[in-house]
């Protein structure tokens, strides 16, 4: 309820500030992220850091339709908070229960962007720490689920060594597997990156239209 009251008192604050005779829906998604994600920063990316942060998000984005396609809202370097950039993805229908699959391609989701820059860039960088962090929460779902090569067990008796172990192989193998999937798909990839860097914003809809050209020349 808060947040709702936020965003519309923010929205009409955008549109004054436009000059603007009606609220328009550009309004409400720089409120909604203006809300969610805080001010936008003063200190802006140089270029080089700039197109980093393109090719990160476009990795998420580009997993995020491939795994569950229609799943975009937007993606972004517009840096708000602490977040330098973002994938916005549509939100989905409440889940009570999840499946490895599932599980396994949010993993793949959130190392994305970190696999990206190493195809791309070469070099890996603090940008995927968070994505790291929640990827290994998705890990540990597996685990305690019962859903890993461990089996049924109780959390707090595994050895802590193999309790990482465990983690480490989860994620390992998804990563392998995302580095596969983005090596086949350089092409959109980079395509993407570049004109998020220059344009700052993509809407869902815009990238599934790249996705859909780039795949219809093969």
């Known amino acids: 309820g808060a947040?709702?009251?936020?965003?519309?008192?923010?929205?009409?604050?955008?549109?004054?500030?436009?000059?603007?005779p009606s609220i328009h829906n550009r309004h409400f998604k720089e409120a909604v992220d203006k809300v969610m994600m805080c001010e936008k920063l003063d200190r802006k990316p140089n270029d080089d850091e700039r197109y980093r942060i393109a090719v990160h998000e476009t990795g998420h984005a580009l997993l995020s339709e491939l795994n569950r396609p229609g799943s975009v809202s937007h993606i972004t370097v517009t840096n708000?908070?602490?977040?330098?950039?973002y994938m916005r993805a549509i939100p989905e229908d409440d889940l009570y229960l999840y499946t490895r699959d599932y599980l396994e391609q949010q993993i793949q989701i959130c190392v994305a962007g970190a696999v990206s820059e190493k195809l791309i860039l070469n070099s890996q960088s603090t940008g995927a720490s968070n994505d790291f962090n929640e990827a290994v929460k998705c890990a540990r779902q597996?685990?305690?689920?019962?859903?890993?090569?461990?089996?049924?067990?109780?959390?707090?008796?595994?050895?802590?060594e193999k309790y990482?172990?465990?983690?480490?192989?989860?994620?390992?193998?998804?990563?392998q597997d995302v580095?596969?999937?983005?090596?086949?798909?350089?092409?959109v990839l980079k395509d993407v990156a570049q004109l998020l860097k220059d344009q700052e914003y993509i809407s869902g809809s815009e990238l599934r239209g790249l996705i859909g050209?780039?795949?219809?020349?093969?």
């Open 142 to 160: 597996i685990i305690v689920a019962g859903l890993s090569s461990l089996g049924v067990i109780w959390e707090e008796i595994i050895p802590r």
């Open 213 to 218: 050209e780039k795949e219809s020349i093969h």
């Open 80 to 85: 708000r908070g602490k977040a330098l950039g």
């Open 3 to 20: 947040h709702l009251e936020s965003v519309a008192n923010e929205s009409a604050i955008l549109a004054l500030r436009d000059k603007s």
């Open 164 to 175: 990482h172990q465990e983690i480490q192989d989860i994620i390992n193998e998804q990563e």
């Open 179 to 187: 580095e596969k999937i983005l090596s086949s798909k350089l092409g």
